[in-house]
């Protein structure tokens, strides 16, 4: 089994047919000052996993800050079932809502581990001060 993508947003589902709906990706957060608390990030994980991944699979997902330290640490199981016949692909999304403890500005770490290796990083820049607007609007 391997990740093929990881990300934050503002929010993530499943829709009754299965299909994945992310909304307002990011990978950069303004905040007023630190230390603080990013509010319900939504972490989307999709897994790619084959016949072979059939079972229960351990899940482990570690935030830290620019210096290496661990902020947030939480684990969990990923229960692979048996695909229909002929399905040799599967995809096994994984939606969590996290409260992001930021305690200074810098680059943040989430790091993704299935059955003890580590199989992705996703990087979270943070930024202290007044939000400034991007040209067309959009502040970060």
């Known amino acids: ?36 608390i990013h509010p319900r990030a939504h972490l989307v ?3 790619k ?7 229960t699979h351990s899940v482990v997902l570690r935030w830290t ?8 640490s939480s684990g969990g199981e990923l ?8 399905v040799t692909e599967m995809d096994l999304p994984l939606i969590a809502a996290i409260d992001l403890p930021i305690e200074t500005t810098g680059a943040h770490t989430m790091t993704i581990a299935l059955d003890g290796a ?6 979270l820049q943070v930024r202290s001060g007044p939000a400034v ?3 067309g609007g959009m502040i970060s």
Do not use: H, Y
């Open 79 to 86: 229960d692979v079932g048996t695909p229909p016949a002929g």
């Open 118 to 123: 580590r199989q992705a990083d996703i990087t």
């Open 133 to 135: 607007a991007a040209p």
């Open 49 to 55: 996993g084959r016949r072979t991944d059939i079972g």
């Open 1 to 36: 089994m391997n990740v093929s993508f990881a990300l934050f947003c503002d929010a993530a589902n499943l829709s009754q047919e299965g299909k994945l709906n992310i909304l307002g990706v990011f990978d950069a957060v303004q905040v007023g000052t630190v230390p603080t």
């Open 45 to 47: 994980v999709r897994f």
């Open 65 to 72: 800050g620019p210096e290496g330290k661990e902020l947030w």
